[in-house]
């Protein structure tokens, strides 16, 4: 390996200008290849997906978990009803005319013609919305003086100044059979609490009126909801000023949260990592004393990064935009090769003593660290897979890189007796023979034997999210209003077959009745209670058309033109009524009811190509949430989603996974360190650091109850890779003897400082997950530094040096 980065290093020295074409082509081919890449942007791609819950991902992927947007207008002390309507209708106005392209539905308003639209579709089709207590409250209203009294309320109504609106329904339905239906559709609304007032969803109180904006985007793609949200505030701002004393309001919803949660994440990182840019240049300029330095530092690392963009481009249509993210924060392990290279050569080696020297270890911890990376392979987790393969290629293109291109371009600046830095007097110190520090890590040792038990993994993903207060406030006002904090459990039927999947869906909607009766759940929305199958609905009109026989019919007719004509109605006057009950009635299709604005169809019914879901939301105590799941436990094609549990359910798969994973990485560092060295004992001074690296490393997150989460424990793949890689230059150092050990220890030093600079800083972030990922990278690359200054040299001294009968070639 040395023979051959020496002899490629003076072909290139004798072709500078060949050398100089040839990245320049090398890297403009790599940037148009990188740039070919199409990502994906779909978070749930961490979520491992395998053939046990294949089926679960498809009906998640397409049932309709609308996040949508509720927006409470509040009446304050000098406002009124009016005031809350107006406010309603100026943000309308506002949304229409600026933010319709974001908007795919809002619910909440519902337009005069919408009300009768609706009233004529239940009524052209009422026998399908009627149930057993209606036809037992229609049989009351068919007693001859029943008749009698609702005819005497129809004509006091018409002659009423709402008579005028009344008048249209009173003559098509004068026993209100309609109507009957029409309370059914309530199963589809928000709360009993709350009424019609010009339009609007208003609380009976008057004091709170409720919109619900459906965004035409998922939660998901924060770029064009970021815009919407700013539009919203803005429209807030306005409004809240105009209405001063009369009306606020606050927005509650998914998709705001993730917006909130987007910006906060760039905010952290644009401000941490401007300092740890500014301090890393500082220290680089300040340590190797070139002000290139940064350039020819980051260099192989950007080169590492192309390749892997480039390679992946062509191997996969498109990857995941989350792991190149998280990539992009592990790619501080490519910068110890920069790192090593660059400390050799300041301190004046020759090219042959410098490739002779770094070239077996860099390319050692390139593919211990690279297939490291590739265990992720073993992950059912699509983004981490992309994530393995990105950071495995990365790792070596950097790796190889680096010995080819550091040693052409930068030049050291040794000078004999010039004062040496702080870095390279602390590395020069003998940590090992530091008692205090032998009985610290011994302390620690015995401690996390206790302590390591209590590192838990923390499924609830919700408690990674970053809320703001006017979001939260918002959250707690909603809360007493319509019980938004309450568990909400989904029940999904499923299925290739529509009427298959809406006569299950029947059966569920009886059952929910059911629990509800018996208090078992708080409420519940389906769509059971206005769509139904083929079956069900004809045999509705099988009640229908048995309950009105000839005789009745024919008994009701004449009732209403006895006693109307007492009122001055002519026989003809309730003829439509009389038509209605000998009209023909037929089944209805799915797309017939989605013509009707007010009823949210789409907010329970999927459909992805072949196959359906049906959706009913389901709010309960936590102490029922286990009788609703064995309720359903056995009903055939149907799913009780309790979209916490789920992702705790798949987290915790996805912890196991990484469990796994931590076994296989050591496997194949054991071996591949085996293959390099060909010596047992130095196979066990170099893996035995990075096994008790990780051993204090969880034991130090419990004593300090700090928890595993989705995101940091995917940093512990990061921390294995640099704990390989100051392994495995502490013991090549040993091995060339003192100084060259001093050398290896100044690099891992600035490697060290690299990493809290780089990743650590956001420690300072106020986003809860950059928060813990920092956390835990800070525990775990301090803890990997000191168990390699301090334990690696005395593991080397017992196992190697008393008893060490091993001859190195010059090649080592």
Known sequence: MAKFFYALYNKIQRHKTVFRIALIIIFGTLIWTASTIKFDEDISKLIPSNSENKQLQKVLKTAQFTDKIIVNIEKEKNGTTDDLTEYASQLLDSLSTHSSSFIKDIQGKIEDETIFETMDFVYNNVPLFLNTKDYSSISNKLQPDSIAKITESNYKTLISPSGIVSKQTIIKDPLGISLMALKHLQQLGVSDDFTINDGFLVSKDGRHLLLFITPTYPSNNTTDNAKFSEQ????????????????????????????????????????????????????????????????????????????????????RSEISAISLGIGAVLLGVTLDYSLHILTHIRNNETAKELFYGVS???????????????????????????????????????????????????????????????????????????????????????????????????????????????????????????????????????????????????????????????????????????????????????????FWTAELKSQTQSELIENGSKFGFKPTTFQEFYALLNHEFQPL???????????????????????????????????????????????????????????????????????????????????????????????????????????????IMGLFHLEFNIFNIIISSFIFGLGVDYSIFMTNGMRSGKSSMATHKTSIILSVLTTILGVGVLIFAKHPALHSLATISIIGILTAMFISFVLQPILYNLLISKNSTEKRSPAD
């Not at 309001?249 to 952290?268: E, M, R």
């Not at 680089?284 to 480039?310: E, Q």
């Not at 004999?416 to 023979?433: E, L």
């Not at 999904?492 to 299950?504: A, K, P, R, W």
């Open 589 to 699: 299709s799915i797309e017939d009811y989605r013509k009707i604005n007010v009823i949210p169809i789409s907010d329970f019914i999927a459909e992805d190509e072949n196959f359906m879901t049906i959706t009913s939301v389901v709010n309960v105590k936590d102490e029922h949430i286990d009788v609703i799941k064995n309720t359903f436990k056995n009903s055939e094609n149907t799913l009780v989603i309790d979209r916490q549990a789920i992702n705790e359910t798949l987290l915790g798969h996805l912890k196991n996974d990484f469990n796994k994973l931590l076994v296989y990485c050591v496997i194949v560092v054991v071996l591949l360190l085996l293959l390099f060295y060909q010596n047992f004992r130095l196979t066990l001074v170099t893996i035995l650091p990075i096994i008790i690296t990780w051993f204090i490393t969880i034991g």
């Open 232 to 315: 919203l505030y803005k429209f807030q701002d306005d409004l809240n000023s105009v209405f001063k004393d009369k009306a606020q309001s606050s927005y509650f919803g998914g998709t705001l949260i993730a917006v909130a949660n987007a910006q906060q994440i760039k905010n952290d990182i644009q401000i941490t990592v401007t300092i740890a840019m500014v301090l890393l240049m500082t220290l680089f300029i300040v340590f190797y004393k070139k002000l290139t330095i940064p350039i020819i530092l980051f260099v192989p690392t950007l080169f590492g990064g192309l390749l892997a963009i480039s390679v992946l481009s062509v191997i």
């Open 360 to 546: 077996k270890p860099i390319l050692m911890s390139g593919l211990t660290t690279a297939l490291a990376f590739l265990c992720l392979l073993f992950v059912d987790s699509p983004a981490l897979q992309d994530l393995g393969v990105f950071a495995a290629i990365c790792v070596m293109g950097a790796s190889v890189f680096a010995l080819v291109f550091i040693p052409q371009v930068y030049k050291g600046s040794f000078i004999k007796n010039k004062k040496r830095s702080i870095v390279d007097k602390i590395a020069s110190y003998d940590f090992h023979r530091n008692k205090i520090l032998i009985a610290s890590i011994a302390a620690l040792l015995i401690l996390s034997g206790f302590s390591y038990q209590r590192v838990t993994f923390n499924q609830d993903i919700s408690n990674l999210n970053f809320q703001p207060e006017a979001i939260k406030s918002a959250e707690a006002k909603l809360d007493t209003l319509i019980n938004i904090s309450s568990k909400s459990l989904y029940v999904i039927v499923f299925g290739t077959n529509d009427q298959d999947v809406l006569e299950t869906n029947d059966a569920i909607f009886n059952q929910l009745q059911d629990l509800e009766t018996e208090n078992k759940i708080i409420n519940y929305n389906s769509v059971g209670a206005l769509v139904g199958s083929d079956r069900k609905q004809k045999e509705s009109i099988r009640i229908w058309d048995q």
